[in-house]
């Protein structure tokens, strides 16, 4: 089963960075955030990825073009031009990189890979939050089902740190904890075929029409996800992020 990431966006509120790369690349422990989603898929068995590009996306690219280069060790002979490896890390991740435009948006990026994914069920995740979540049983449950579509809720990030307070005295201090109240989108799809028929074209957005039509007709199923659930929306979220992996307590490293 294809693993597509959109990868596409602008990143505007990630401007620091995003001036520069589009916002997969920004980096968590110096790796982009893409390759923390990618391994994660890698870790339940999916290795086949398909990415959706779009603002930058020759910065992708290219990182993939010399990925083998920059992560293993090699000799190269400067007379012939001829390069041998040594100490080989590969990985047996298969990427298609594919533009989907500059202007498209999250349906229309879909759509556009409808003759690469072909007539099987494909997953689809967005290209900045990382979570733990339980991909073998999402597809598990996706396939008992027999619905058109699953789509994971996860508890959003409180934005400031909880206070829990008795009188004047503070009774405990969460920084940036799991909302327990409420459920939001948080990516990690899983999807038939068919939902292609749901999308117009570029300037359709994923989660308006072609899921409201799709939860309107009772094909839209949700996977609850109790754990870890991050998206890099804003430098706070990249350096909290950062903080976790700096501390060896990143809980969506497998």
Request: glycine residues 10%; charged residues 25%.
């Amino acid at each position: 089963m294809k693993v597509v990431i959109l990868a596409g966006g602008f990143g505007t509120r990630l401007s620091e960075y995003t001036k520069l790369i589009p916002k997969p690349m920004v980096e968590i422990g110096g790796k982009p955030i893409l390759w923390h989603i990618m391994r994660h898929y890698a870790h339940y068995g999916f290795k086949d990825f398909v990415i959706a590009l779009g603002y930058k996306g020759e910065v992708i690219k290219n990182y993939f073009l010399q990925y083998y280069a920059l992560n293993n060790d090699f000799t190269i002979d400067l007379a012939t031009n001829s390069v041998s490896y040594v100490h080989e890390r590969p990985l047996d991740w298969k990427v298609t990189l594919v533009d989907t435009g500059q202007g498209s948006l999250t349906g229309g990026r879909i759509k556009r890979l409808q003759s690469v994914i072909g007539n099987e069920d494909f997953m689809v995740t967005y290209g900045d939050a990382v979570s733990d979540v339980d991909i073998s049983k999402l597809v598990e449950k996706y396939k008992v089902s027999g619905k058109k579509a699953i789509v994971t809720a996860v508890h959003p990030t409180a934005r400031f740190g909880e206070l829990q307070l008795d009188g004047d005295m503070v009774c405990s201090f969460k920084e940036k904890p799991q909302v327990n109240q409420g459920w939001i989108n948080g990516g990690f799809f899983v999807l038939s075929p068919d939902v292609f028929n749901y999308i117009e074209g570029d300037q359709t957005t994923f989660e308006r029409e072609p899921l409201e039509r799709l939860a309107a007709e009772g094909e839209l199923i949700c996977y609850r996800h109790e754990g870890f659930w991050q998206c890099m929306d804003t430098v706070r979220d990249r350096d909290f992020l950062n903080a976790l992996w700096d501390k060896g307590n990143a809980p969506w490293v497998d």
